[in-house]
Nanobody, 122 residues
């Protein structure tokens, strides 16, 4: 059982930045990623990374603004979020051990954290 603990959420104004972190209790072997869920909306895959070759995928809505990365030595996943918009407001979840890397699959990964809230408003 892999435990995932997210941190770094908060409240920012539009155009601001946040960096989310997800610490895994042990080494993950396949794909890791982030998905989000806003009130009254379905879960949405945001970004994934293949822990083997480092390839990344992003939702169209965040391309060019968000960057996913991983510190292999610390078993920690990051999501750098720049130029945040009100529509980015959601609970953000880290997920791990997915057989398929891609934003269409991340909501179904085996393990997920408790989430961290991101609120973007003026």
């Amino acid at each position: 059982q892999i435990r995932l603990v997210e941190s770094g959420g908060g409240s920012v104004q539009p155009g601001g930045s946040l960096r989310l972190a997800c610490e895994a209790s042990e080494y993950t072997r396949t794909c890791m990623g982030w998905f989000r869920q806003a009130p009254g909306k379905e879960r949405e895959g945001v970004a994934t990374i293949d822990v083997g070759d480092g390839r990344t995928t992003y939702a169209e809505s965040v391309k060019g603004r968000f960057t996913i990365s991983r510190d292999r030595a610390k078993n920690t996943l990051f999501l750098q979020m720049n130029d945040l918009k009100p529509e980015d407001t959601a609970m953000y979840y880290c997920a791990a051990e997915g057989g398929m890397c891609g934003v269409d699959y991340v909501v179904g990964y085996t393990f997920r954290g408790q989430g961290t809230q991101v609120t973007v408003s003026s």
